[in-house]
């Protein structure tokens, strides 16, 4: 895993300018398809750094940056259908090699004049594939064996120069090459678990076919980021909004490598924040790292700005701009302080931890689709008084991971699971985010972490916290009549956010955490558990 230019990952690539830099990488050109963001991910864990990039990028853009290889992802239309995303010919004149999965090798067939018609049964799930030319991309694979396919057009007859490599139970052909213009295609999909030999088709591309050194790396990523951080920022101050979590957290230590004490971090205990996680903040930068740090009593303040608000984006929109709002104030009170003045500039950049799972699920470019803003993305005010450094913003959560232990953060802290910049109050679900409803939130919480860690599931887990619906039950205690609030508690697995699947606690773990919530907390009189995956659901509520 290493970085040719981080850049921000946003689906329009007029709006990233990538720093120029000598290393490879790989461009996958989305068509819509639902594993185009899985596609770049692998890719990267293969050892070189990929973007995605809208299918109808300019093609001087993809020329100026130079790629040694390109992927067309998948999609769901038709080749045939009016409006479908088309394959811009004077690509394959680059002269760069070209890999289609799916919709994108049916793209090249059609365009290169070979036979793509709709079959009479689709062919969705895993399939059996039989190698009949193992070729550059299958070679010393077994003859027989399965993979995932997705589609219903299939490629009956491959293009003038290509040849067959092999077929499928409903697939005639289900890959091509033409080794001669280096043009590659698969119908099935390499890049998810359930082809088995997926990653090795990938590597094969990558290496054999692109010429590819794998340089992508945690020690890298941390070099050209530190490099494009100086280039960004020069001599200016710059404030970090540190949350505590990962993310910020590696993105405060990679800015503070960079450039030192120009970077003063704004810790803001939003009254929203899991129990005694601001202390623990505040005591792991300002005492272990040494980072000038600011510590901001907020409580009030956003609790006064959520009176009312039960809309979800409502809440995200309000404490993101509040967030905002005190940076600002802060970084005011750095350039003017009396005492000790951090320097004569004002900070003029602001640091965020924005992940690529964060714009992608805020709708950041062309085609996308917005599913929930985050506050860093989605939720800033339009008035924003700083530049951004966003030095993780093309990362997924496990490199993001793989970086932090690089930069030598506390294991504890890099394998902290995910918390939700606006916090607690988008867990307090359909109602007002009250300091009562949190408090029996925040305790709630304290319980099951508590027992997550004890029975050691704490790794395994990509994320497990509690919702409290605008929900009220009747239960009995004591021989009483209780009419209590309902405790949701959410466990998932997942690789990277993009997709999860419920996590199979045992039976008598969560009987031990119900017990201890109802017994411990007098506002809660239910425990139940969301057994939903993403999709369809999204991992957090709100």
Same mark, same amino acid.
């Given at each position: 895993?290493?970085?040719?230019?981080?850049?921000?990952?946003?689906?329009?690539?007029?709006?990233?300018?990538?720093?120029?830099?000598?290393?490879?990488?790989?461009?996958?050109?989305?068509?819509?398809?639902?594993?185009?963001?899985?596609?770049?991910?692998?890719?990267?864990?293969?050892?070189?750094?990929?973007?995605?990039?809208?299918?109808?990028?300019?093609?001087?853009?993809?020329?100026?940056?130079?790629?040694?290889?390109?992927?067309?992802?998948?999609?769901?239309?038709?080749?045939?259908?009016?409006?479908?995303?088309?394959?811009?010919?004077?690509?394959?004149?680059?002269?760069?090699?070209?890999?289609?999965?799916c919709y994108g090798m049916q793209l090249l067939v059609h365009e290169l004049g070979g036979r793509v018609e709709?079959?009479?049964?689709?062919?969705?799930?895993?399939?059996?594939?039989?190698?009949?030319?193992?070729?550059?991309?299958?070679?010393?694979?077994?003859?027989?064996?399965?993979?995932?396919?997705?589609?219903?057009?299939?490629?009956?007859?491959?293009?003038?120069?290509?040849?067959?490599?092999?077929?499928?139970?409903?697939?005639?052909?289900?890959?091509?090459?033409?080794?001669?213009?280096?043009?590659?295609?698969?119908?099935?999909?390499?890049?998810?678990?359930?082809?088995?030999?997926?990653?090795?088709?990938?590597?094969?591309?990558?290496?054999?076919?692109?010429?590819?050194?794998?340089?992508?790396?945690?020690?890298?990523?941390?070099?050209?980021?530190?490099?494009?951080?100086?280039?960004?920022?020069?001599?200016?101050?710059?404030?970090?909004?540190?949350?505590?979590?990962?993310?910020?957290?590696?993105?405060?230590?990679?800015?503070?490598?960079?450039?030192?004490?120009?970077?003063?971090?704004?810790?803001?205990?939003?009254?929203?924040?899991?129990?005694?996680?601001?202390?623990?903040?505040?005591?792991?930068?300002?005492?272990?790292?040494?980072?000038?740090?600011?510590?901001?009593?907020?409580?009030?303040?956003?609790?006064?700005?959520?009176?009312?608000?039960?809309?979800?984006?409502?809440?995200?929109?309000?404490?993101?701009?509040?967030?905002?709002?005190?940076?600002?104030?802060?970084?005011?009170?750095?350039?003017?302080?009396?005492?000790?003045?951090?320097?004569?500039?004002?900070?003029?950049?602001?640091?965020?931890?924005?992940?690529?799972?964060?714009?992608?699920?805020?709708?950041?470019?062309?085609?996308?689709?917005?599913?929930?803003?985050?506050?860093? *993305? #989605?939720?800033?005010? +339009?008035?924003?008084?700083?530049?951004? &450094?966003?030095? %993780? @913003? /093309?990362?997924?959560? =496990?490199?993001?991971?793989a970086v932090g232990a690089e930069l030598g953060l506390p294991e504890r802290l890099v394998w902290r699971q995910?918390?939700?910049?606006?916090?607690?109050?988008?867990?307090?679900?359909?109602?007002?985010?009250?300091?009562?409803?949190?408090?029996?939130?925040?305790?709630?919480?304290?319980?099951?972490?508590?027992?997550?860690?004890?029975?050691?599931?704490?790794?395994?887990?990509?994320?497990?916290?509690?919702?409290?619906?605008?929900?009220?039950? *009747? #239960?009995?205690?004591? +021989?009483?009549?209780?009419?209590?609030? &309902?405790?949701? %508690? @959410? /466990?998932?697995?997942? =690789?990277?956010?993009?997709?999860?699947?419920?996590?199979?606690?045992?039976?008598?773990?969560?009987?031990?955490?119900?017990?201890?919530?109802?017994?411990?907390?007098?506002?809660?009189?239910?425990?139940?558990?969301?057994?939903?995956?993403?999709?369809?659901?999204?991992?957090?509520?709100?």
């Open positions: 895993m290493t970085e040719l230019a981080v850049t921000a990952p946003e689906l329009d690539a007029g709006d990233a300018a990538p720093i120029e830099a000598a290393r490879e990488e790989v461009l996958v050109l989305d068509y819509g398809g639902q594993y185009s963001q899985l596609i770049a991910r692998r890719l990267r864990e293969c050892g070189v750094f990929s973007e995605l990039l809208p299918h109808d990028v300019p093609l001087e853009e993809v020329a100026r940056r130079k790629p040694r290889g390109i992927v067309l992802s998948g999609g769901p239309a038709s080749v045939y259908a009016e409006g479908a995303p088309r394959l811009d010919r004077e690509l394959l004149a680059l002269g760069v090699p070209v890999m289609g999965i709709q079959a009479e049964v689709g062919e969705f799930g895993r399939s059996d594939l039989h190698i009949s030319e193992p070729g550059v991309l299958l070679r010393d694979m077994p003859t027989e064996q399965t993979c995932w396919m997705s589609h219903r057009d299939t490629v009956f007859e491959p293009p003038p120069g290509f040849t067959a490599l092999a077929s499928s139970s409903s697939s005639p052909v289900a890959a091509v090459q033409d080794t001669a213009r280096g043009i590659y295609g698969i119908q099935f999909h390499p890049e998810v678990v359930h082809t088995p030999y997926g990653q090795e088709i990938l590597t094969r591309f990558l290496t054999e076919v692109c010429g590819c050194e794998q340089t992508w790396s945690p020690a890298s990523i941390v070099e050209d980021q530190i490099r494009r951080i100086r280039a960004q920022v020069g001599e200016a101050n710059v404030i970090c909004g540190l949350s505590g979590g990962v993310d910020s957290s590696v993105a405060a230590l990679l800015v503070h490598r960079a450039i030192g004490d120009q970077l003063t971090c704004v810790f803001v205990d939003h009254g929203l924040m899991r129990k005694d996680e601001g202390e623990q903040v505040v005591s792991a930068f300002r005492d272990t790292f040494k980072v000038p740090l600011v510590a901001v009593d907020a409580e009030e303040r956003f609790l006064e700005k959520l009176k009312g608000v039960t809309e979800p984006e409502a809440k995200r929109k309000a404490i993101g701009a509040e967030f905002i709002r005190v940076f600002e104030e802060e970084a005011e009170k750095l350039a003017d302080a009396d005492g000790e003045p951090i320097g004569d500039r004002p900070a003029r950049f602001l640091v965020q931890g924005t992940l690529y799972s964060d714009v992608i699920e805020s709708g950041g470019g062309t085609g996308a689709a917005t599913i929930k803003s985050h506050h860093n *993305v #989605g939720g800033l005010p +339009d008035d924003l008084q700083f530049e951004l &450094v966003e030095p %993780l @913003r /093309a990362l997924f959560k =496990d490199e993001v991971r995910p918390f939700p910049g606006p916090g607690l109050a988008i867990r307090v679900v359909g109602g007002e985010a009250t300091k009562e409803r949190l408090n029996v939130l925040r305790e709630a919480d304290h319980i099951l972490q508590e027992e997550i860690r004890k029975a050691g599931l704490y790794r395994e887990l990509w994320q497990s916290f509690c919702v409290l619906p605008d929900v009220r039950t *009747v #239960g009995v205690q004591g +021989d009483e009549r209780t009419y209590g609030y &309902v405790v949701v %508690l @959410r /466990a998932v697995t997942s =690789d990277d956010a993009m997709t999860a699947d419920w996590a199979r606690l045992p039976y008598d773990l969560l009987e031990t955490i119900a017990s201890r919530m109802i017994n411990e907390l007098r506002e809660v009189n239910r425990v139940v558990l969301d057994i939903t995956s993403k999709p369809p659901g999204t991992i957090e509520w709100e």
